[in-house]
């Protein structure tokens, strides 16, 4: 399954863009849309305008606790591709730093959300990671952009420089919010220890940064155990050296990103609010996005097994907990009438989080694969919704597996 194949399937996803006359304006919405591809539309802002309605970037992600600013420049000029890329770049370091500014000085405090309908304010104790891009749009044979960068060009916050086709592998591989973000700090301090990423040349990029692994990971690792480690560069190294698409189990993965897609098919008939069924798709596209692809394979096995065992009438539940952040997500099977299974997910939300000791529950409840249909009910729950020391009955608490029987769906 390629990007194209995957963005067909979502709801609501951007049109792929036609080539037309302004080459600049179609790169700058390739590069959209392949950002949109691991982020989702609900992430990605276009053209976004900033202070006086003037645009501020190119392009811009606002995901979770994560602000990117991209930058664009096509090459349409008769100069030589090294002369035209560092007046290029140039250009481009001015801009990122100068969006920069705008956000960390307060000029600007908000965007237009079109996915929403809505302004989503910017809140710098939220957003604590502002980085940025600069896309090159050249074919030209490898160079090292690096090399063309002035220290005094430089911003002072994390950024990175790659072609067009540079993003397209790069979104072709790490194609989830959290994959993307990790490639892109981990290619970022890669560039601070002598990495010189060439252009058109990121899959050499990639196989170089799985060599440096040990090094650039070794700060997250602190008080995880050997083992830990161990899988964790295991599988960060596999993810760089070869396309996680081209693995067998990689189609239970897309399970996860369904659910994503179909949180934002929200049927009025089904929501008391319609701008509030919107943002709950909003938050469900966010908590999801944090779960790479990796553990999207692994989770989605799940998913099938308890679709397909759960019965007419009965019920399946499988629970996955993000314990850094204090994220529990239920997944519930049942082949009950929906209003009845909406009712038994919410209440199965507010007894995990009685048992699991977390207030953050987010539960997702759809039929069987017998039934043969397909619709999703959704809630997040972020305060406790029991009294204290509430007396539920075992026979309910007993339906949610235990924590020792799941551990290695515990992150």
């Known amino acids: 399954m390629d990007i194209y194949e995957q963005m067909a399937m979502r709801f609501d996803a951007t049109e792929v863009p036609t080539p037309s006359e302004a080459i600049s304006i179609d790169n700058e919405k390739l590069t959209q849309w392949y950002l949109e591809h691991a982020f989702f539309r609900d992430f990605v802002y276009r053209n976004p305008l900033g202070r006086k309605g003037r645009e501020f970037s190119d392009a811009l992600v606002v995901y979770g606790d994560t602000m990117i600013v991209i930058q664009n420049k096509t090459h349409s000029s008769a100069r030589s591709p090294v002369e035209w890329t560092e007046s290029a770049i140039r250009d481009a370091l001015g801009q990122l730093s100068g969006s920069f500014r705008m956000i960390k000085e307060g000029f600007v405090r908000e965007f237009e959300n079109e996915t929403l309908c809505s302004k989503v304010e910017i809140d710098l104790r939220k957003h604590v990671y502002l980085y940025g891009i600069i896309v090159i749009a050249q074919d030209g044979d490898p160079l090292d952009p690096y090399d063309l960068i002035r220290i005094k060009d430089a911003p002072s916050l994390p950024f990175n420089v790659m072609t067009l086709n540079d993003m397209f592998v790069v979104i072709d591989r790490m194609d989830t919010a959290s994959d993307f973000i990790t490639y892109f700090e981990l290619r970022n301090k890669a560039t601070q220890i002598g990495l010189r990423p060439k252009f058109n040349d990121e899959v050499n990029t990639m196989r170089e940064l799985a060599e440096l692994l040990p090094e650039l990971m070794k700060e997250s690792f602190r008080g995880t155990s050997p083992e830990v480690q161990l899988r964790t560069l295991r599988l960060r190294k596999e993810h760089l050296v070869a396309r996680i698409k081209d693995r067998e189990d990689y189609k239970f993965s897309i399970l996860i990103d369904d659910i994503i897609a179909r949180a934002h098919d929200v049927d009025p008939a089904w929501v008391d609010d319609l701008s509030a069924g919107k943002q709950l798709a909003h938050d469900v596209g966010q908590a999801y996005g944090f779960l790479d692809r990796e553990r999207r394979i692994e989770i989605g096995k799940r998913l099938i097994e ?88 075992r026979e309910i608490i007993e339906q949610l597996p235990d924590v020792s029987t799941m551990r290695q769906m515990i992150e």
Do not use: C, W
């Not at 043969?372 to 009955?393: C, H, M, V, W």
């Open 306 to 393: 308890a679709a397909i065992s759960a019965k007419s009438g009965g019920s399946r539940t499988v629970v996955h907990i993000q314990r850094h952040i204090g994220q529990v997500y239920l997944y519930f099977f049942s082949g009950a009438d929906r209003k009845l299974r909406r009712d038994d997910m919410y209440m199965m939300s507010a007894v995990a989080q009685e048992k699991y000791g977390y207030k953050n529950v987010l539960a997702v409840s759809t039929e069987p694969v017998a039934t043969g249909g397909r619709s999703y009910d959704f809630i997040n729950l972020k305060e406790k919704q029991f009294k204290t020391q509430a007396e539920i009955p």
